[in-house]
Each structure stands twice: as structure tokens, then as C-alpha cells.
């Protein structure tokens, strides 16, 4: 009966056997010293775990590289780089790479007949500038010598034109014209309207042979050089009387007598009817 076991040692048998192996003596000691166990693998295990993770974080370092290359360039080169951008930045003008927009008329578009109509009075307002700027003597008028003229001698006039009145005064000189005692130029600035002042002396002849003076009120810039020929032409015909025909057939002597029409009541102006509205 000796090989038949008791409970109690069957049990014990079965938690030795469960327990495992027994540890090492150094091991043992070790903790019997007061020293706690070392989680870090052996020497061989970690070269071989360094090994077998090296090739999968190699390529993320390699990806990495490139842009820590990058980054990390010559301190020289961007300080160089940045002026001349700069500059070019400056030379640039701001906007001319924009296209231009075209605007349009605020006004209703034309038809062809308007347009041909402006074009036309624009022709003949040219056409009726170039004619009094190139208006020359008469042969008759040219041959025939100016009028010699004493010394103290003066020739008065008066010219009008729409509400302008201008009082001329003739007297020899050598072809100054003063009006309002300024200079024709600085008191007719526009050449359209110094021809036209000084046509009755250019046909006459006695464009260099007389001072004129002129005291001129009243109306626009236009009527008082209209003002101030046709006094220039009376005054004229009071030193040769035979200019009178000449004269006359340019019209200079003519008193023009279109004015301004004026406002009645109930019109917006003289014939401008206020706008209807139907509702």
C-alpha cells in the first residue's frame, strides 16, 4: 500500500507542478539582497529588436531629410534673394495687368441720323472758323494806300452785338489794341475771337497805321468781340468814308440783331414746354 498516496499529497504534488520552475540561485539572491529585478531585456534581444525596427524608420527619416534640407539652407542665399523680389515688386506698377474697362455714355445711344447731324455742324463751325481766320483783303482794297492821319486826331464808335456795347477809340499808333487797358490777347484769350476783332482792320488796311482803344461791358465773351468789331468798322468808315461799300458787303456795319429769345409763362424756357404726364 505504499504506492497509494494520500489526498494531501496529491494536492501538494499538483501545486508544485503548477508553480513552475523553481528560479535560479542568482536570481534568488539578488532579490534576497534588496534589489528589484531589471525590466530591460538582455543584450542579444535589444541588437535584435534594434535590427528588426531599424528598416520600417528608416524611410520616415528619409522622408523627413529632404525637407530638413530644405529648411535648413544657407543663411546667404534668402537675404539675397529677398532684395531683388523686392525690387522687382517696386518696379512693377500696381494695376497694368488690369484690362481697362469701357465705360459707357450715360445718354441714349444715337441713331445715324444724329450722329450726322453733329458731324455736319461740327464740319461747318470748322469750316466758318477757317474762313474768318484766312479771311485776306480785296485786291482793290489791298492797292488802295491807308489814309494819312494827323497827329491829334481821334475816331470814336460804337459797336454793339447782343447785350455788349463797346465804345472805340481811333488814333494813330502803329497797330496796338487795348481793351478794357489790357492787351488783346489777355482779354480775348481765344484766337477765334482776336480774328474776329481785328477783321475790319485787316481788310481795311490799317492794321499797323492806328492805336485802338476799347471800353467794352456787357453780355458774353463771344458778343463782346462781336461788339467790338462792329464799333472798330464804324470808327473805320468815319476815317475813309469809301471803305463804307467794302465794309458793308462783309457785313461788318450790320447791326446783328439775333438775341437770346426770352422765357414765357408756363414754358420751362422760350419755347421749352414743361414734361407731360399722363397719370
Known sequence: MDDEKTPDETTEGSDAAAAGPVPDEDTSSSQAAGEAPSSAPPAGEASEDATADAPAEQPEASAEEPSSEQDEAPEGEPEAEEPVAEEKKKDVIPGADLEPILVEQDGPE??????????AEEEEKARREAALASDEPDAETASRAPAKLESG??????GKRKRSIA???LIPGDGKIEVNKRSLE??????LHQTIA????????YEGNVDVRV???GGGISGQAGAV???IA??????DPELRGDLKRRGFLTRDARVKERRKAGFKKARKKPQFSKR
Not at 444715337?110 to 458731324?119: F, I, P, S, V
Not at 486826331?153 to 460804337?158: I, W
Not at 481785328?198 to 488796311?205: D, E, K, M, Y
Not at 464804324?234 to 476815317?239: D, G, H, K, V, Y
Request: cysteine-free; hydrophobic content about 40%.
Open 234 to 239: 464804324r470808327a473805320l468808315t468815319e476815317i
Open 153 to 158: 486826331a481821334r475816331f470814336l464808335a460804337t
Open 110 to 119: 444715337l441713331t445715324a441720323e444724329e450722329k450726322a447731324r453733329l458731324e
Open 167 to 169: 465804345r472805340v477809340t
Open 186 to 191: 489777355e482779354f480775348f484769350p481765344r484766337p
Open 198 to 205: 481785328r477783321q475790319p482792320l485787316t481788310v481795311s488796311g
Open 215 to 217: 471800353r467794352v461791358h
Open 229 to 231: 468789331r462792329h464799333g
